[in-house]
Structure formats: C-alpha cells, structure tokens
C-alpha cells in the first residue's frame, strides 16, 4: 500500500509537493488547535460558577478572586477575575474590563482555525491545476508519436494527471471537516464564556451591598495576588 502510494505521489507531478505541505499544515493546525481547545482551555464551567457563587453570596468578593487563581485558568475564570477586580467601581467600569478581557480571550480561541478553510481551498485549486498541467503535456506528446501508441500513452498520462486531483481532495475534503469540527467548538465556548459571564456578574451586581465596601480597599491587593 505505501509503495503505490509512493508511485501515486511521484506520478501526480510538481504540484504534489505542495499538495503535501498543505496536509503537514493542516495536521499541525488541527492538533494545535485541538490540544489548546480540548484541553488547555477546558474548563468545568457549572463548578467554576458554583464554587464562585459561594463567595459572592456571602460578600466574600476577595475570596472569589482567590477561588478564581487557584482554579485551572482559562477564558471564562480569566474574564470573570477581571470584572472581579473592578467590582468596586461603577456598571459601565465593570462592563468596560469585562469587555477588555474578552477582546484578549477570543481571539486566542479562534486563532489559526480559518487557515484550514484556506488550506482546504488550495489543496483542491492545486490539485486541478497540476491535473491541467498534466493534460497539456499528455497532449503534447500524443501529437508527436506514432498513431499506434498515442492510446497507450494518453491512458498513462490521463491516469498520472489524475493523481494529482486525487490527492488534492484527500487533503481538502479533511481539512473541511476539520475546519467545521473546530470552529464549532469555538463557538460553543464563546457562548459558554457569555452565558458565564453574564450570569455571574448579574449576581455580583445583585449583590454589590455586601461587599462594596470591603473591595474599595483590597481590590488592587487581590489583582496582585491574581498576577
């Protein structure tokens, strides 16, 4: 099996090493991708709400924050420690530093993933193009031999133009998938990262009387500890 693919390789053409290259980038950018999504940026979004919930209903804002540093820390903890921080000042300061943060998180979530879709594009477009090529120069040649061998010769060269295409879409077709799989997760992350968001920070605005004014005072000592 390696070894026919090897002579597919070798007889697709030139544009089968782009074609190539396009498939190491497209492996590189899917585990990355799922590496960082699926497990570096996972988080137990009920228990992280649930254990911060604690905290904010007994006015205990700087024990949130505490509680917020010492869990794994990802987009939604990240954004909700920097409303934290800012719980002391006004709604629209409040709002303002969750925005801030979120400006910083989001982008690291989406990062790299639209370059599959591109990957996928060109290894298709690559694919026809060396498959033209291929046909050009099978044509060429039949025009210069002898009449009986024109048939064998357009097989052979129509069979090592395909390849090339055949390739392409082996690497375009995943590529897609994948791009779909990721960008997917992506979007149910954000939506948990907002809907996280929004529902705690209603209950520390709720709760604000209970610990204005204890947080006037330490809020900059609790952003040091989170840093």
Sequence with gaps: MIESMQKAFEGGGIW???????????????????YFLYVKSAEDKAGL??????????????GGIRFLNS?????ISRILKAGLLRAHRDDAEVQASLDEASLREIPLL????????VLS?????????????GM??????????DPAQKATILSGGISEAMNCTAFGLIVAI??????????????????????????????????????????????????????
């Design 110 to 117: 989406e990062n790299r993933i639209g370059y599959l879709a």
């Design 136 to 145: 050009i120069k099978c044509f060429e040649a039949v025009a210069k031999v």
């Design 174 to 227: 995943p590529a897609l998938f994948f791009f779909a799989w990721l960008n997917t997760k992506v979007q149910h992350t954000i939506d948990d990262i907002n809907e996280g968001i929004v529902t705690e920070m209603n209950l520390v605005l709720a709760n604000r009387r209970l610990f204005s004014s204890q947080v006037e005072g330490a809020g900059e000592g609790a952003g040091a500890q989170a840093k």
């Design 16 to 34: 089968m090493w782009p074609i190539l290259v396009c498939l190491v980038l497209t492996l590189a950018i899917v585990f990355e991708r799922a």
């Design 71 to 75: 869990q794994k820390q990802g987009p």
């Design 49 to 62: 709400l649930k254990g911060l919930n604690s905290h904010v209903l007994r006015g205990d804002i700087n």
């Design 121 to 133: 594009n060109g290894a298709t477009l690559l694919g026809l193009l060396g498959t033209i090529e």
